[in-house]
């Protein structure tokens, strides 16, 4: 049987407090929506149908890119004439899986189980126990057990209320159902919109089965509905991701002070410290250690690399095996720092390849470089990379040593084994080997003392 998969985004979001539409506040550093399209795409057959409303242009253009098709709503019904927007874009031979735009972490396994419930005659529904149910729609069952309908918080009972199963939102219908059926629903309720809900009853009504499978994990189906609930779901992700890497052997100081906003993979033995955060794709290499505070975006740490607190690094950037990095350093795009190099606190890098074994322990600026082996780059070095307008390289050979506070006014060479004084302003290729010493010479002056009483 073939699937459509309809992704509702088309609500306004209000209890969110936003400027942006809720579905492009992120989780864990993607737009909400772009999680629940990823599991869309896994259990779909065609592209997903994403219905959006009032501030679909925004939504429209963050996702140019993907493959979706799109319907609109023009006025935010409810969720049931949100479904009624996709109709046209929908097969009535194919089974249709509704999920909500702002319920991101479902798994695609139990959408899998779901969909295996759906058959011509059942209607599969994903429910949930939950001990706060404050919210979401509430599952009625009869005697036997079997589901009833489905009672919006607004419309229920004050029993109804008391009922701990939930609605997760997540639906599946069988093939033509929607077609037959939507037109039906009304709007005698609280709110006076088009609930998708009601479809349940008018399901059984129409002498149709309905299958109820229990989500099991809170994660799952927490939607999303103001601030705190998004603040919770992240803690809850951002914990889940922490776990995981501890039983994978990764020292992680603190679950609650963990936050990756990517994709983070860890060999044996790394250590991560408190308040490090993780964005783009983040590799780390055996014995790693990442200090407090770290920000790392984009880079690949090689082998007992250790990243003292407070380092940011915003790649692509490479940092190789055995290097030490910060405290409060700040490494930039197109950095490369090779084996045993070290770059200290105040440092600022970009553009760059750091020989191995090569150091700049103190405040220097270095762009646009390129930095042999074994080279010692003293405080307050700078390369003067950028004459206003265009970007100049700057090449240290093997062995170098810039002295402190030099400036490097590029492009300019020091080659291998020269020395530059401290104090110069280098604005002429260094020969190999020799001594280039660029400042005021040193004068002392013998000064006359003033007798008391002298004008
Ligand atoms: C909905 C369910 C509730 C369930 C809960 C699970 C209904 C009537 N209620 O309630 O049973 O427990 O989700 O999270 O379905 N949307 C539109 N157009 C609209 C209205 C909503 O596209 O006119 C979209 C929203 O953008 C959102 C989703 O549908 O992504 C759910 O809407 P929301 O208003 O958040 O419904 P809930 O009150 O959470
Ligand atoms: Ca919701």
Redesign the pocket.
Known sequence: MKTDVV???????RRMRSQTP??LLSLAGRPLLEHVLEKARAVSDGAPVV???ARGEEIRARFARSEVRWAH?P????????VR?ALPLLDPAARVLVL????PLIEVATLERLLALVSPDTLALLTARCDRPR????VVRDAQGRVVR?V??RDATPEERSLDE?????IAFPPGFLHRHLPQLGCDNA?G??????LVALALEAGLHVAAEAAADELE?????DRLELHDLERLYQRRLARALLAQGVAVMDVERFDCRGELHCGPDCTIDVGAVFEGKVELGAGVTVGPGCVLRDVRVGDGAVLHAYTVIEGPAEIGPGVQVGPFARIRPGTRLERGSRVGNFVEVKNARLGPGSKANHLAYLGDVEVGAEANIGAGTITCNYDGRTKHATAIGDGAFIGSNTALVAPVRVGEGATVGAGSVITRDVPAGQLAVARARQRNVARRRRRDGEE
């Open positions: 992704v509702l985004a088309a609500g306004r979001g809720k579905v219905v959006v409303g709503q006025r935010p019904l409810g969720t049931g004439d949100a927007c909500y735009g702002d319920v919210g979401y729609g509430r489905i919006e918080e939930i609605n997760t939102g997540v709110q919109e088009y609930y998708l809900t009601d189906w927490r939607g999303v509905n």
